[in-house]
């Protein structure tokens, strides 16, 4: 599986991007594709997520309420809509991908097998 990640960039606190994630796989049904960053000198945390089978999602709590995990199907492409953006959103931000992902390892950096390359979010202030 390749993943290929897009849309991050420089914007203001309180400003939104929106990031994208097109998956090489012949099919996501089996799969669950989503996000994670990491910001200067920390390490690498969970952001959001989403079960394709089901469109359960699965967000951290720093950005509940701000941030939204979406797909387009047919694109085979996941999106990550990033609204009131906040200084500390600033990071490279990953998106990641795995067979049969269940809620309670979700969060675990080790279970997801398929990364992408990072772009690279900054949020001024």
């Known amino acids: 599986v390749q993943l290929q990640a897009s849309g991050g960039g420089l914007v203001q606190a309180g400003g939104s991007l929106r990031l994208s994630c097109a998956a090489s796989?012949?099919?996501?049904?089996?799969?669950?594709m989503g996000w994670f960053r990491q910001a200067p000198g920390k390490e690498r945390e969970f952001v959001a997520a989403?079960?394709?089978?089901?469109?359960?999602?699965y967000y951290a709590d720093s950005v509940k309420g701000r941030f939204t995990i979406s797909r387009e199907n047919a694109k085979k492409t996941v999106y990550l809509q990033m609204n009131n953006l906040k200084p500390e959103d600033t990071a490279v931000y990953y998106c990641?991908?795995?067979?049969?992902?269940?809620?309670?390892?979700?969060?675990?950096?080790?279970?997801?097998?398929?990364w992408g390359q990072g772009t690279l979010v900054t949020v001024s202030s």
């Open positions: 989403m079960r394709w089978s089901d469109g359960n999602t």
């Open positions: 796989v012949r099919t996501l049904s089996n799969y669950g």
């Open positions: 990641v991908a795995q067979i049969g992902v269940i809620a309670t390892t979700v969060s675990r950096r080790e279970v997801w097998r398929y």
